[in-house]
């Protein structure tokens, strides 16, 4: 399955804004799209509660998986949001 | 009933039922089961949450921008699917909706609790959103504000949070009363705004039963339960009288004897611009730029940002547009400017402090501040109106009088200065972008202090009453149970005020003020006197401003100001100041 593992460069994490466009553009997708923290469960993308309660905050890794037509650029947009600083 | 006593932070008489703010939804019950059809059940709940989402998004639509993102970000937790999966599954387990709806939230109240930090602090949006869906689900009112109403309602609560305030109108609400809260709450700014009376700080309010009729004096801060028919006629004679006085108000701010006070006003963006036109308003003596910031990912382009500003300074042609510089710290984020997790982000990088590194956010501000004003609607060299008032004694050049025949001349200042460095390097800054007036804000007691020296770097000083407040007396303008000393009749802010404003005569340089203080009108008489030489605040309080500075003489305004910094309290600095004004009674004041 298509993944990125990427580490959050924000301040805030994966949290407030960063957190709300992640989901947000996970949930514009019609394919399944998950997240986890490192090694851990992974959880629904297109959730901001299950996004918010990973904790993920600056400097952790995550890993984006999805699978299906558009996974990859899909993928790629995700990984810049959750990269940017 | 006995009549209650508070702060009158609001002026105007209103009257109505009172209307509690609802306080918690209660858990349902534990043993409560759906009648057997499963999938119904199931869409009850569902559509509880989607109209709670809607509910929520629309709110935010007519909100100011920080209060967008939170309401935005609690209608995403309504919709969200894996939330939505957990309803679906508990129901499927014979559990009635409501009760569903509220294990679902129980399971991510838990996890962001156990994380800590930012996403702890969600719980409260978290409960938020609960709470509607599971009031919606049993039939209980709604916890909020109710948007509409046959006869306006005098809404009572502890203290109001931006989520209850963000959709009250003056035609729903004839008058608000917290028992917390003081002159800077959030309240007290929300009812001036409004132009709705208020009274804060008002003890034994909430215990007054749901529909009681109200009076409230928003000025006096006497709320009256159950009053007489002739105590209703005699406050609605004196709210009427003031009513038509402010209605004779017009035109530039001007005292009794013919200095003139630019009157201006306190925006957030240009979507303030039409009301700050309504009232009067001579200029724009503050526009907060963070709303071009809040809520991205990379900082605006200098372009984007000059078409903005560019608006503004179309909407005041001959008058003057007060630009303050981005103001973000710890406590609002801005992804791309460096942060770190202050434990006081109110002491911390704020201001123009986050700047002196790295200006490179600061400077693309300024230079579109710079494209904006080459690119303003008329010139600056029309000339002067040959009946302009007479000026204060300081050299007001900045503050002359209103030319509707200029272009909008373009100020900018910079926030949290506290030395002649900080201001002489924004300054430098301006400068270099082609800016030629810049100024500083009056907001760290040490600038006060040392004004002076601040003062001979730049064209002009701006005193922000609120910080400079919230700063001298170590009092958090959040905490409510502080009101007490966020007063700005404090004495030894006005003794703040008066160093400030001195320091800026000696220098030849005006000295406005731009805090929420200057939309009492008894206080801002009181602040001319101190020295102010141009006032700017919430557009509704414009005409009420300018009635009570027409009504009394500088001299007057001096003896006032002196009067108050002889008490010993804010309460006695306010009578004190009160009986040098003898003019306010029409105004109810």
Redesign the interface.
Known sequence: MPERKVIVE????L????A??F??TA?KAFIEVTVAKGAGEP??A?????V??L?VRQGEAIVIRAEGEGADALLDELAA?AA?? | MEALAGAGVSPGVGFGPVHRLVGGVPTPPADARHDGDAAAARRTALAALERVAAELASRGSSAGDEVR?VL??EA??AR????ADRVTRLIGEGMAPALAVHRAFGA?RE??SA?????AE?VVD?DDVRDRAVALLMGLPMPGVPLVAEEPYVLVARDLAPADTAVLSKHVVAALVTEEGGPTSHTAILARALGVPAVVACPGATAVPEGTPLLVDGASGVVRPAPTAEEVDDARRRAAAREAALARSRGPGVTKDGTAVPLLANIGGPGDIAAAVAHGAEGVGLLRTEFLYL???DAPGVREQAEVYREVLAAFPGGRVVVRTLDAGADK?L??L???EEANPALGMRGIRMFRHDPGVLADQLAALALAARNAPARLDAPARLDAPARLDAPARLDAPARPDAPARLEVMAPMVSSGADAAWFKALCAEAGLGEAGAMVEVPAAAVRAREIAEEVDFLSIGTNDLTQYAFAADRQVGALAGLQDPWQPALLDLVAMAADAAAGAGRPCGVCGEAAADPVLACVLVGLGATSLSMGAPALPAVRAALARHTVEQCRAAAAAARRARSAGEARMAARRHLPDLDDLGL
Not at chain 1, 46 to 50: D, E, M, V
Not at chain 2, 80 to 83: A, E, G, W
């Open positions: 924000s301040e805030v994490g949290h407030a804004r960063p709300a466009l989901v947000q949930a959880v629904n297109k959730s901001i509660l299950s918010l309660a904790d949001i940017a600083s | 993102a935005d970000a995403m937790m969200d699917p894996s939330l991510y996890m962001f994380a800590g930090g930012y996403v969600r978290l809520g991205r990912r984020p992804g791309f460096p942060s770190a």
